[in-house]
Nanobody
Framework: VQLQAFGGGLVQAGGSLRLSCAPSGRILNFNNMGWYRQAPGKQRELVAVIPSGGSTNYADSVKGRFTISRDNAKNTLDLQMNSLRPEDTAVYYC??????????????????????WGQGTLVTVSS
């Protein structure tokens, strides 16, 4: 499965952005889905994750400001980011762990034990 992330851009501090991640096939099941980010010169870090059958988890730095959600109808994973800060500047990646999905060509179900990453979308927050 391929993941395409979009919605990044340049925003002033205090502003909002909404990121979306669209898998190439309809997701049937997964271990967890989430968003990570990597700032210049830093390691990639978890932002928020939706475990299958569990409650969402957030990094302490984004709690109360970011909301992760899955839109089953649109087959997307979204990240609503409010009250953005300059320290939120990073490339944001969506992640899909151990998914099952419908192949977009054959419509056959496929399952994998691997983790998949989107290409990343840049979020820049100016002060």
């Amino acid at each position: 499965v391929q993941l395409q992330a979009f919605g990044g851009g340049l925003v002033q501090a205090g502003g909002s952005l909404r990121l979306s991640c669209a898998p190439s096939g309809r997701i049937l099941n997964f271990n967890n889905m989430g968003w990570y980010r990597q700032a210049p010169g830093k390691q990639r870090e978890l932002v928020a994750v939706i475990p299958s059958g569990g409650s969402t988890n957030y990094a302490d730095s984004v709690k109360g400001r970011f909301t992760i959600s899955r839109d089953n109808a649109k087959n997307t994973l979204d990240l609503q980011m409010n009250s953005l800060r300059p320290e939120d500047t990073a490339v944001y990646y969506c992640n899909l762990h151990k998914p099952c999905w419908l192949d977009p060509v054959s419509s056959a179900p496929i399952c994998s034990g691997e983790a998949y990453w989107g290409q990343g979308t840049l979020v820049t927050v100016s002060s």
